[in-house]
């Protein structure tokens, strides 16, 4: 799905108003006969103009640091790797995540964060810090507008090797100038996501 300026079905009329948004997302997945839209990792977008959280200072954040998988609400979201809960949180800005779950993950000596975001409140109501989370399991679900951060429906997946002592949240979004740092601490989830069945 493309959320560039590039895109012409893409107005200032629908990305301002959630309720419409959510409509256009509906049309888009019924129009392709497909259960999920996804893409976003690297793009330059215009959407964040929707909201002032990415238009605070002189230059605005545009650039998409992870994966969107947009879907219906309450879709299940399954571990794609073992690790334990680093922080959870509720972003609750307009535009912002919502409800949000980081976890972290160890392959052999290497350590690397993995970021869910716009999730229901629900999967973060009674979850502690330090939990193990299994490959597999059942780790959140698509959350509504109402605790997403007022988005359709979707998942923002993102990988994040270094959380710089963050918790609960990091950007998903960066400003142009930061492209080269940001898409290195962030690199392309595009492996995990076909573990996932995505791709």
């Known amino acids: ?31 392709a006969d497909a259960l999920y839209g996804i893409g976003g990792y690297n793009e330059h977008r215009s959407i964040y103009a929707r909201s002032e ?5 002189e230059e605005p ?9 947009w879907g219906k609400e309450g879709t299940k979201i399954f571990a794609p790797l073992g690790g334990t809960v680093h922080s959870f949180a509720f972003n609750d ?18 350590t690397f964060h993995t970021l869910y975001g716009h999730l229901s409140l629900k999967d973060i109501a009674h979850l502690k810090q330090g939990k193990f989370v299994s490959q597999g399991e059942l780790l959140a679900h698509f959350g509504g507008p109402t605790e997403n951060g007022q ?6 997946f993102q990988v994040i090797i270094d959380m710089q002592r963050k918790e609960g949240d990091y950007p998903g979004v960066c400003k142009w100038s930061e492209r080269e740092s940001y898409l290195a601490n962030c690199p392309d989830p595009d492996l ?3 573990m996932m069945g995505f791709a």
């Open 151 to 156: 988005w359709p429906p979707h998942l923002h």
């Open 53 to 57: 959280v990415f238009d605070s200072g």
């Open 1 to 31: 799905m493309d959320f560039t300026a590039s895109n012409p079905t893409l107005t200032k009329e629908i990305i301002g108003d959630t309720e419409i948004f959510c409509r256009y997302i509906n049309e888009q997945l019924t129009a």
């Open 61 to 69: 954040r545009r650039l998409h640091l992870g994966i969107d998988i």
């Open 93 to 110: 800005h307009y535009g912002d995540y919502g409800a949000t779950i980081i976890l972290q993950h160890q392959l052999e000596a290497y």
């Open 192 to 194: 995990i996501l076909k």
